[in-house]
């Protein structure tokens, strides 16, 4: 096992990494930027070095300050948490090359997932089901009109270096997608720096929902159940949970049978997610991430396993522990992210924590480096903790989430503690019946 590991990372997901690390006798090493100096992440790690000044470019996507704390702190394995450089493959060749190891999958199959042509080619043709679509990148109007004629519309146009749904444009008809296809591979080009487009079916009501994979990139490849996260606004997840209220348990099964025996021929190492479109009893894959996600803690909570730890296992060359008859997922699970932004208007609301207060008690867990008397940063992502609950049902759950969310304080800041308490009795939540769209209609939008 490692000795050392360097978390390339900060904030609540930085401090998760650690944990991990130490309750595997594993010494730490936090890399922060100016701004960060007095992080919980930071006071809590072995060695500590400052990267760099606030702007991410310059500190927490610096490779070669990275590299540089790496090497001066004797660390043996770098692992780049989620965001910044996580699916970044250069970053983990690079990392390799230096002579650390990589806590992550690939950069060859950092490299593939992270071209959504190439991701949806390869998985369709490790016969996962696919939304119908183009036949790869569409060059030009003639080609994204037969391909429209063929698909039906309404169509998206997507960005093949996109994802996330950044700069996806609906066309409901020929004169539409004439209008929209140069602007979308103009926005492409810009926002990426890679002007391919694809197009692909439009399906209006679907549900969003992904299936954890661990992979020990030795034959060993377990799933561990899927989250639904339709419940988001503008692209940000804000609240998942797992089981999804949506699917029976032979849905549930399928879905399981279909990722784990695609990912386990690609030889997949590390964890990852597949993500679908669920609609009408129908799976459609769209993207696959090759990374640790915000959302795993619900996962964890069911399943029992510390995905942390089992990444830096793998990394390390252990082969996994499990197997998938060994894998029980207990009970329901639900995480709210909750963001220093206020609850109406969604602007973000940096400044000094002058009250803290986390809830606990059974079944509650909070991810979060926030601290009494903590400065939040206004250069980053608003994203300052996660509350995550598990009950034995998704009622209990559910009535655990609303007392929980009852005790936290967090005072100084706006946040959404407010919206998630709302949430948690609109009764469509409650009845699981929402899709992809269902939240954004929920808030209201206030731009
Ligand atoms: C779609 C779709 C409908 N039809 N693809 C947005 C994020 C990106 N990962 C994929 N996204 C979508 N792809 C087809 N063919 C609707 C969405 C979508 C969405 C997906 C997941 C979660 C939230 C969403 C919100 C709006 C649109």
Known sequence: ??????????????????????????????????????????????????????????????????????????????????????????????????????????????????????????????????????????????????????????????????????????????????????????????FFGCGEVYLERHLERPRHIEIQILGDGQGGLIHLGERDCSLQRSHQKMVEETPSPALNPEERERLGTLAVTALRELGYKSAGTVEFLYQDGEFFFIEMNTRLQVEHPITEMISGIDIVREQLRIAAGAPLNYRQSDITLCGHAIECRINAENPDTFLPSPGRVTDYHAPGGLGVRVDSALYHGYQVPPYYDSLIAKLIVHG???????????????????????????????????????????????????????A
């Open 1 to 190: 096992m490692f000795e050392k590991v360097l978390i390339a990372n900060r904030g609540e997901i930085a401090l998760r990494i650690h944990r991990a690390c130490r309750e595997m006798g594993i010494k730490t090493v936090a890399v922060h930027s100016t701004a960060d100096a007095y992080a919980m992440n930071v006071r809590l790690a072995d060695e500590t070095v400052c990267i760099g000044p606030p702007a991410a470019r310059d500190s927490y996507l610096n490779v070669a300050a990275i590299l540089s704390a790496a090497a001066i702190t004797g660390a043996d394995a770098i692992h780049p948490g989620l965001g910044f450089l996580a699916e970044d493959a250069d970053f983990a060749a690079t990392v390799e090359e230096h002579g650390f190891a990589f806590i992550g999958p690939s950069a060859e199959h950092i490299r593939l997932m992270g071209n959504k042509v190439a991701a949806k080619e390869a998985a369709r043709k490790l016969g996962i089901p696919t939304v119908p679509g183009s036949a790869g990148a569409v060059r030009d109007l003639g080609a994204a009109e037969t391909a429209a004629r063929a698909i039906g519309y309404p169509v998206l146009i997507k960005a093949a270096a996109g994802g996330g749904g950044r700069g996806m444009k609906v066309a409901h008809n020929a004169a539409e997608l004439a209008r929209m296809l140069p602007i979308a591979q103009h926005e492409a080009a810009s």
């Open 392 to 446: 034995k049902s998704r009622n209990e759950c559910l009535m655990r989430l609303r007392r929980a969310l009852e005790e936290y304080v967090i005072g100084g800041i706006e946040t959404t503690i407010p919206l998630h308490q709302r949430l948690a009795t609109a009764a469509e939540f409650i009845d699981g019946d929402y899709d992809v769209h269902w939240l954004e209609r929920f808030v209201g939008n206030p």
